[in-house]
């Protein structure tokens, strides 16, 4: 089970389905098959039970919830969290492209926080700043050129596309209008 701490929501989008509750696998299943078939190299799916930070008991999780996650083999620590789940009569559809913070962003921020371990760890810092800039091991918005931007977009857009044309599956069963889906998703590219 995963579980979410230190990192940042990028870009979202949600929509709530009238009348869909129960709904929450035909999505997943919806969204993989309609990702299948457009092939995107690079990305790959797969389902895990999220928990967020803060939620253990003892050593027992209280809150726990399934998403389809999809991640790129080339822009590591960008994951978009795929949920879908009932809200009373509805279906909250939703998803989140979180930046996980990488080795080097966790130890800036203890190096920021505890100035002791920043004097201790300052070499290390600097042999892994080094070797980031040779080998460009990770990719961040700050360091991203145009083909890192280009990969982002691609990939973003084919997992929303493939989600709208579920969610716009799932509408058209039950006899709503999926024009009325609001496309654009909040964040730093803004896809339509």
Known sequence: MAKLKEEKILEEWSYLIEGAEGKSEQVFKLTEKNIDKVQPPQVELEREMIRPVGTLVGFFTTKKRE???????YLKGYKIYLGARDYGKQLMVSWYLIGEAGVLAKLADIMAKHWILGFIFLPFYLIILLLQMIWKKSVTLENMNL???????????????????????IMKGLNQDPSKIDKRTKGFLNIT
């Open 67 to 73: 998403f389809l996650v999809a991640s790129n083999k």
């Open 147 to 169: 083909f890192d931007r280009e990969e982002a977009t691609a990939y973003i857009t084919t997992v929303h596309h493939a989600v709208l044309e579920a969610v716009a599956d």
